[in-house]
């Protein structure tokens, strides 16, 4: 791409090569000679970013420029065909009603670019004849027709050198690309779009308050599920009973197995080759070579994405899968996770932790007078030979000070006390030393790669083995260009277990510390909530077993993080948002009560708040828009819909380039703004993911792949009465009519009543899609959400029956 500088020089060049050179061009001769010129030698761009003639409907453009996605259309005239300003405009800027209204064959041009542009959802147009040019924004959606917008005109090319950074700063690639025009003509303020629903509710979100019920409840809930499974008497036991092997597949994922198999794989972009990584766990069980690996001198990496079970696979290792091995060693545990947060060394905090725990958890305070002297007993021995060594006889006080000294210095560098220290262990003791550094994962990469450093330092040089945890995207990023770069680790990949499994282990354990088999300290309020939780967790369990929507939607909002697939189970049984007397009574009086998909949901949806927020949900509003165009309330469903069956070409590990969304898109009629948006949402609301995991801006994304998160979303979430009274608050209305229409609704049959309004509101919104969408179809989802509100409506009917 030529620069600023040489680009006004040939510019110049050009302008008098026109000067020169008149001429009665056809349009293919104007584009060669002039307009080709103009873009390719005088604005920055290169042949590589345009398709010319590029078909959509049986209608072809002349220049679509691309950057990286479709965003700007040119439509050529030949050099004849003059477009007249009118007399005694010097400006750049016009409004484009006075510049057509008396020239046909500009306002024609204009007209058919602008056609163009929103039939491909392609923000920017342009007419050009060779020496004239006149750009305009195309697609727009603040209620202003683009013809009645306002265009650059630049007459001729010496009005374009004599305005050269005008020109730069509207149609370069550099100033295209960051959309330069659109902030020219209509400001840098994006049009308004009507507020919504949540700016009327006073002190919104809100905090949903507990009863104290609900409140001792969640307390006894994460005692049992949670907090006395790390207890040393309990941990053996829950090991034992509730430990799930990695690598398997729930029945109730919506994402293929075939997609996650490639998770690592695709953390490397085609010509990489990829480090050596192999799974932790086989079918014949745990990879033997994984206790082998740490006494080859370097660190063992734990590969896992966040919540897969890294932490538990570690504790499992100690107590169980390793315990022969363990049993006489001196286990190190350190959690990043939970510590050393506010600590700028990591190595001293680490060295310290060690230190510590030698001697709390195993008796050796090597900070202790004997332990000393025995740490440095040859030291010692050379120093009694040294130089010193005359005062033993003549001043024995003054060689003790001298000794003191002597070890002070050795104590005084901490990290290198503790390698002794540990040394004398290995050698005097005859102890396996193992050092786990876990939840790196959780830190910053710079604080990952820092444990990295620190790990294969001490396993190199110290007498001792190293675990270190850390997330595919940041072993596959220092491979490339990091700390790891420099090393040839070998890692080991967990897989994430089925969570079904996990979660039917775990409740099942928890059920038997309420029932007082497993014996736990407690007092009497303590036991009481037991014998209610007992209740809870017979009913949810039994639900697990007999509702399959209940474990659909656990598996795919967590998404293989098994962490949060326990959280989820947690926020239920705690929730304000969920009658857990109601369920205690009833299955006290009936011995059975089936917990529906809607009363888990609304503790997934809610959390902690009154009204649903999205910045602190677990799910994502996918009716939100970025602008006022009512077809944008479909575009995420219809993004996700299409990802998840897209096949053929651009697709590798199911992650397909970006370009091709942006085509795909935009062929339904969406512009780059939208999209954007589109995707940055959906990247932040865990419906999409990106090679690597790495979450940046959408527009420097390489490729785009529907997490299990984005397939629920729209398969799923979408047509059902829960989700859709909740996001309501979140989505702009964007017809006033239908707006004053859907306001605040407490009771159930107002919330009924008020999400059908919503949904006749959308299908009006429609149409303009019917054609453009193959993969997603919205008549299709109405239908079923009409269903479900219609059973709702049923349900409260039948409950006010009965309480009246």
Not at 288 to 296: G, H, K, Q
Not at 636 to 658: N, P
Not at 774 to 781: A, N, Q, S
């Amino acid at each position: 791409m030529h620069d600023y500088e040489e680009c006004r020089t040939n510019l110049d060049v050009l302008a008098r090569y026109h000067r020169d050179n008149p001429t009665d061009r056809n349009e293919a001769t104007t584009r060669l000679q002039l307009i080709d010129r103009l873009f390719f030698e005088c604005l920055g761009w290169s042949p590589e970013d345009v398709t010319c003639e590029e078909a959509h409907g049986g209608v072809y453009a002349d220049y679509t420029f691309t950057a990286p996605r479709k965003i700007l259309i040119v439509e050529a005239k030949r050099e004849g065909r003059t477009f007249e300003v009118p007399a005694g405009m010097t400006a750049v800027e016009h409004p484009l009603p006075g510049l057509l209204r008396d020239n046909v064959e500009l306002r024609e041009a204009v007209r058919q670019a602008a056609e163009y542009c929103q039939d491909r959802g392609v923000l920017f147009g342009a007419v050009a004849n060779g020496h004239q040019l006149v750009a305009f924004i195309a697609a727009r959606h603040d209620g202003t027709p683009p013809l009645e917008g306002r265009a650059l005109v630049f007459p001729s090319f010496e009005f374009m050198l004599e305005h050269f950074p005008e020109l730069w700063n509207a149609l370069s690639k550099p100033a295209i690309e960051g959309k330069r025009l659109q902030a020219t003509l209509l400001g840098r303020t994006a049009p308004a779009i009507p507020p919504k629903l949540s700016a009327s509710i006073p002190r919104y979100p809100g905090v949903k308050v507990r009863n104290v019920f609900q409140s001792e409840l969640k307390v006894v809930s994460e005692l049992v599920l949670e907090d006395i499974t790390r207890t040393q008497e309990i941990e053996p036991r829950f090991l034992a009973e509730c430990y799930c092997a990695s690598g398997a597949l729930s029945e109730y994922s919506l994402i293929s197995r075939d997609l996650l198999r490639a998770r690592y794989a695709a953390l490397f972009p085609p010509d990489t080759p990829a480090p050596v990584a192999v799974p932790v766990r086989t079918r014949e069980g745990m990879d033997p070579s994984i206790v082998a690996d740490s006494l080859s001198r370097r660190p063992v990496l734990l590969l896992g994405d966040r919540g897969v079970g890294k932490s538990i696979f570690l504790r499992h290792l100690i107590r169980v899968d390793a315990d022969d091995l363990l049993a006489n060693a001196v286990t190190l545990y350190i959690d990043l996770g939970t510590e050393a947060m506010l600590t700028a060394d990591l190595k001293a905090y680490i060295v310290d932790s060690a230190i510590e725990q030698l001697r709390i958890k195993h008796g050796c305070d090597i900070e202790e007078r004997n332990t000393v002297r025995g740490i440095y007993n040859l030291e010692l021995m050379r120093f009694a030979t040294g130089i010193y060594a005359d005062l033993q006889s003549s001043n024995p006080t003054l060689f003790a000070e001298k000794e003191i000294e002597f070890l002070e210095q050795k104590l005084g560098d901490r990290a290198e006390h503790l390698r002794h220290a540990m040394h004398h262990m290995s050698r005097g003791r005859r102890k396996q030393i193992v050092l786990f550094i876990d939840n790196a994962d959780q830190r910053e990469h710079e604080t990952q790669q820092q444990a990295f450093l620190i790990a294969q330092e001490m396993a190199a040089h110290w007498p001792v083995m190293v675990f270190l945890t850390l997330r595919p995207e940041t072993f596959h990023r220092s491979q490339r260009e990091g700390v790891l770069s420099g090393y040839h680790p070998k890692a080991f990949t967990v897989a994430p277990p089925r969570t079904d499994l996990v979660i039917g282990k775990r409740l099942g354990f928890g059920l038997k510390i309420a029932r007082g088999e497993i014996p736990i300290p407690m007092h009497e309020n303590v036991g009481l909530r037991l014998k209610q939780l007992e209740a809870v967790l017979l009913a949810l369990m039994e639900s697990l077993r007999d509702n399959p929507a209940l474990n659909e939607s656990i598996e795919n909002i967590s998404a293989g993080n098994v962490r949060l697939a326990l959280d989820l189970i947690q926020d239920f049984l705690g929730s304000g948002h969920v009658d857990t007397a109601k369920i205690v009574e009833t299955f006290r009086r009936s011995g059975r009560y089936t917990v529906p998909l809607h009363e888990f949901l609304r503790a997934v949806i809610y959390g902690e708040s009154v009204h649903y927020d999205p910045t602190r949900s677990r799910v994502a509003n996918v009716f939100d828009v970025s602008s006022r165009d009512g077809r944008e309330h479909f575009l995420t469903c219809i993004m996700l819909t299409a990802l998840t069956g897209w096949s053929g070409a651009g697709v590798r590990d199911g992650f397909v380039e970006s370009a091709r969304v942006y085509d795909r898109l935009q062929a339904c009629g969406y512009d780059v703004d939208q999209i954007d948006a589109c995707l940055v949402r959906s990247l932040r609301g865990r419906l999409l993911e990106v090679p690597g995991r790495v979450i940046v801006g959408a527009e420097s994304s390489t490729a785009f792949r529907p997490t299990a998160v984005g397939a629920y979303h729209a398969t799923r979430l979408c047509r059902l009465f829960s989700y859709v009274d909740a996001v309501i608050v979140d989505t702009p209305i964007l017809v006033e009519a239908d707006r004053e229409r859907i306001g605040l609704a407490e009771s159930i049959m107002d919330r009924l009543a008020r999400a059908e309004q919503f949904v006749t509101y959308l299908d009006s919104q429609w149409p303009p899609m019917a054609s453009a969408s193959t993969e997603f179809r919205w008549p299709d989802v109405t239908t079923d959400l009409r269903a479900n509100i219609a059973l709702a409506r049923q349900n409260a009917e039948r409950r006010g029956s009965r309480s009246r």
